[in-house]
């Protein structure tokens, strides 16, 4: 019996995220088609995408020396330099903002820049305030949730629910609760969102970010599925970047989560902060991924692929996906699916659900289905009320075809057998 800190506890107490990755890795590794994977964020693979990686390998392989820089060399902490220049360049170029290599860390990932964010400006502080981070709309990404060193970090607020169609309906930020008290040290928004598939309009992200100037804090934008790569994004919006703005990429929705490489925009304080960060937990990040995407930033070819193919790959695995949802519950059953305005996912509600979704996985799990229930998404709330967390949950659309259809027709007959035993 080993008795475990204080970190220990929260990092290695069990958590949502850690439950779905074991879910989805063993899923994946086992392969075959028993288990309908509607569970985790895994990326598709695209076979387009997919020979472009195997080009590029081909590429490292063939030139002289750049597969030993790309795996038998330590990059310094902050990330490639070449990667990093590229970057740089391509967002001065394509958005004009004015950012140099300066404005850049590389991480282990999106999930490791978050973990290394939020503890660098949230928790307890040095003069023995506790400060938190404010997600101004819930459900949120899972992956934040256990994220604190030293405890919970998160206080957030429930949506605006606004019913848009028959079976449709859109969250939108309720600014007339948010309110930017003295222990919030940032406000963080995913845009895309995952679980909902939401785009936070220009409009709100243009408030969020004025309330997070006017108070002296972040507004971090965990832009995973956003623009300009992977652009899985299928609404109007504008991506923007501030002093005050921490914005989060990540190359794993392009198609390489196995190369864990993460990438925050932000001011050079913050970049510094990360890449020292990045040298305590790791010394260096993995660089495989950098060296395969470098030339492709280089030429602009990553936008092309973003926009040309794996944009348009998920706007019709979402179109199909709602397609056999509408077809599995029928006209008149009462079900509402979040506008899918980007990301992997669908985000299904069903009022009045006499189970609870974390029940519903439960049943579904065993008829092979694997989901994410709704409540591990609203995380920071505290004693705020919010009655439809348990009638909520998530469904990916990213994997095969048979898979999310027979998956959605196994869904919608446990939710309708839930109401018939009542
Ligand atoms: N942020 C969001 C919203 C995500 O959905 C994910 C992964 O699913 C991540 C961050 C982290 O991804 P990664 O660590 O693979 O970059």
């Avoid at 990092?11 to 850690?18: E, T, V, Y």
């Avoid at 400060?131 to 819930?138: A, D, F, G, N, Q």
């Avoid at 509402?336 to 049943?363: D, K, M, N, Q, V």
């Amino acid at each position: 019996n080993f008795e475990f800190s204080q970190l220990g506890r929260e990092l290695a107490g069990g958590s949502g995220i850690g439950e779905l990755m074991e879910d989805l890795g063993h899923a994946l590794a086992a392969g075959g088609d028993h288990l309908k994977m509607l569970g985790g964020g895994q990326p598709a693979n695209i076979p387009e995408v997919n020979g472009l990686w195997h080009r590029r390998m081909e590429e490292i392989m063939a030139e002289p020396g750049a597969l030993e820089k790309a795996v038998a060399n330590y990059d310094p902490p902050r990330g490639n330099p070449a990667f990093i220049s590229a970057l740089a360049g391509l967002f001065r170029e394509r958005f004009d903002w004015p950012v140099t290599d300066e404005h850049f860390a590389i991480t282990a990932g999106g999930q490791t820049a978050f973990f290394f964010l939020f503890n660098l400006l949230a928790g307890p502080m040095p003069d023995g305030r506790r400060r938190k981070i404010l997600l101004p709309l819930v459900p949120e990404y899972i992956g934040y949730a256990n994220q604190g060193a030293f405890g919970d970090l998160f206080t957030a607020v429930p949506p605006q629910v606004e019913k848009t169609g028959p079976h449709e309906f859109k969250y939108r930020v309720d600014f007339d609760h948010l309110e930017i008290t003295d222990d919030i040290a940032a406000i963080c928004v995913s845009r895309p969102t995952n679980p909902t598939g939401n785009v936070l309009t220009d409009g709100e992200i243009q408030r969020l970010s004025e309330l997070a100037k006017s108070h002296g804090i972040p507004l971090i934008i965990d832009n995973a599925y956003g623009a300009p790569f992977p652009n899985i994004i299928f609404s109007a919006a504008t991506p923007v970047w501030d002093d005050h703005i921490i914005l989060t990429l990540s190359l794993s929705k392009l198609g390489l989560p196995g190369t864990r490489t993460g990438i925050v925009v932000a001011h050079p304080e913050i970049t510094r902060a990360v890449a020292e960060m990045s040298s305590v937990v790791g010394l260096a990040n993995p660089n495989l991924g950098q060296a395969i995407v470098r030339p492709l930033l280089e030429s602009g070819e990553v936008l092309r692929l973003a926009t040309e193919v794996v944009q348009p790959f998920y706007r019709e695995k979402s179109r199909q996906a709602i397609g056999w949802v509408e077809e599995a519950f029928g006209e008149n059953f009462e079900y509402y699916i979040h506008r899918s305005e980007g990301a992997l996912f669908l985000w299904l509600w069903f009022p009045g659900l006499p189970i609870t979704a974390a029940e519903l996985y439960e049943r579904l799990k065993k008829r092979g289905v694997l989901v994410v229930p709704g409540h591990y998404f609203f995380f920071g709330l505290g004693d705020t009320p919010c009655s439809y967390r348990d009638e909520c949950l998530r469904i990916s659309y990213a994997m095969g075809e048979g898979a999310v259809r027979e998956g959605v027709k196994i869904l919608a007959e446990e939710v309708v057998k839930a109401w018939k035993h009542l």
